[in-house]
């Protein structure tokens, strides 16, 4: 069976747009224009990724990535025309994985839906990831989403959760931009770069002392990111029982 994903936006000529792009693609698409008739339809189709916009009428966007966020772990991308990092950040914050900025390349867009549908195959069981992290004062438990720092619960969205996790496997070694796309996000382009840039921005913002100073999570300007620790060896090892 072929994917299917919900376009939400309150402009029909948006819709049909985006309905043209994503079906010539073989990729199934169902449709709604405000929060309760998107709501409706999720639960009906039960869609494997989400477009949605920040502006829904007299709805927020918003909203609806963290109410679909809470109801599902399908891969969400938000539309939005605003470019301002605090836009970016509450819409990564309600459970986005993703954002545009209007106008976007429909090349661009068409990547970010096949990048995202190919890191969350339909119907795909798997085995569970039994893995637990401990690097300095953070841990994580990869098979019960839990990742903590000097015993304190962090509260990571579901793509903060997996870029900590890649940098932890890391620790002290310089991470690749371009490989942190590929694995957290599945594609590379400026856009995703921008992406990355806000997520590491609200990481920060949760696991450093003081943001504006990082010590745990480094930029290296031009190269990647670095998870610097005083204590640096990785631990890998079975999730206690």
């Known amino acids: 069976m072929r994917h299917k ?13 985006l309905t043209f792009l994503v079906e010539r693609t073989g990729i199934g698409v169902v449709a709604a224009d405000d929060q309760p008739s998107a709501r409706e339809i999720f639960d009906a189709e039960r869609p494997d990724l989400a477009i949605i916009d920040v502006m829904l009428g007299s709805s927020s966007g918003f909203d609806l990535v963290a109410e679909l966020r809470a109801r599902s772990s399908i ?12 836009d970016k950040v509450r819409g990564l914050e309600a459970g986005a994985d993703d954002y545009l900025v209007k106008p976007f390349s429909h090349r661009e867009l068409i990547a970010r839906i096949r990048a995202h549908l190919r890191r969350h195959p339909r119907g795909a069981d798997g085995v569970i990831d039994q893995t637990v992290l401990r690097v300095g004062p953070l841990m994580m438990n990869v098979a019960q989403h839990i990742a903590s720092k000097e015993g304190r619960t962090l509260d990571l969205t579901a793509t903060e959760f997996r870029l900590l996790r890649y940098v932890m496997g890391r620790a002290s070694t310089v991470v690749p931009t371009a490989a942190i796309l590929k694995e957290v996000w599945g594609h590379d382009d400026p856009g995703a770069r921008e992406v990355l840039r806000v997520t590491l921005y609200r990481l920060r913002r949760k696991l450093e002392d003081d943001p504006s100073t990082p010590r745990l999570l480094q930029t290296v300007p031009g190269i990647g990111v670095m998870l610097s620790l005083e204590v640096a060896e990785p631990f890998t090892g079975p999730a206690p029982s």
């Open 75 to 86: 891969p969400i991308i938000l539309l939005t025309a605003r470019s301002s990092d605090d």
């Open 5 to 17: 994903i919900l376009v939400v936006d309150d402009d029909p000529d948006i819709v049909q747009l």
